[in-house]
């Protein structure tokens, strides 16, 4: 069965430091997986997708995430953090080819 | 501009007053979906809809109707709403002809209706 666990509800750093969100997932085949976006009373926007072509995937505004199969982790990085990073970021894994299974979110604060 | 659009964006009513959410997509998507965002609990899937008159529940389905009439649109309907149907809803959709599949693509999202159930 498949999983998502976001092992972090809250990360805080300060402006200009690096960013870590961390993503484990549990998948009984080769699921994509996925980091969404929710600013402040906003939609969902995808931040990056891994569909297996390579395993650092590059998103939006700078993010990246890493595939390891190994350490079944999925974790989404920034070198340097922006105020306009402050959001709540999802990882999702594939469920089947019509479902979702998404993680419980984590909240990126960010300190001036 | 390709969006998917949602109606209203905020309600509040009370217990079992039937109430209808509409979404609208204007990407001529195959899929559609509906989810509820409760604090802690990410998104869990209500219902989904792989194509016209092709429905199928999700993780959470119990108290809501969905149908699919035409391609473009997917309104949530709940017909007596509870106070533990208070949620945010977002409304998604994404391709999924041919060899595409609707998970695996990018799913686009409402601006979301929050529901206050009194």
């Known amino acids: 069965a498949q999983s998502v666990t976001q092992l972090d509800s809250h990360v805080s750093v300060s402006e200009g430091t690096p960013v870590l969100l961390r993503c484990n997932y549990s998948s009984s085949y080769s699921p994509s997986l996925f980091w969404y976006v929710q600013h402040p009373n906003k939609g969902l926007q995808l931040l990056l997708k891994?569909?297996?072509?390579a395993t650092l995937v590059k998103g939006i505004n700078g993010f990246e995430a890493e595939f390891k199969k190994s350490e079944t982790s999925f974790h989404l990085t920034k070198p340097s953090a922006h105020m306009s990073d402050a959001a709540e970021y999802f990882c999702?894994?594939?469920?089947?080819?019509?479902?979702?299974?998404w993680g419980a979110g984590t909240k990126l604060i960010i300190k001036p | 501009e390709a969006q998917v659009t949602q109606n209203p964006r905020y309600l509040i009513t009370v217990t079992g007053k039937k109430l209808t959410v509409t979404c609208s997509q204007n990407m001529n998507h195959e899929y559609m979906s509906w989810y509820r965002q409760d604090p802690g609990l990410g998104l869990r899937q209500i219902y989904y809809?792989?194509?016209?008159?092709?429905?199928d529940k999700g993780d959470v389905p119990e108290g809501y109707k969905v149908s699919r009439k035409e391609k473009r649109n997917f309104p949530l309907i709940l017909e007596s709403p509870s106070p533990n149907q208070t949620s945010l809803y977002f409304c998604?959709?994404?391709?999924?002809?041919?060899?595409?599949?609707?998970?695996?693509?990018?799913?686009?999202f409402g601006p979301g209706t929050r529901l206050t159930v009194l």
């Open positions: 891994y569909t297996s072509a």
């Open positions: 809809s792989m194509n016209v008159e092709v429905t």
């Open positions: 998604a959709s994404s391709l999924a002809s041919g060899r595409a599949r609707a998970s695996y693509n990018e799913q686009f």
């Open positions: 999702v894994v594939t469920h089947s080819n019509y479902q979702l299974i």
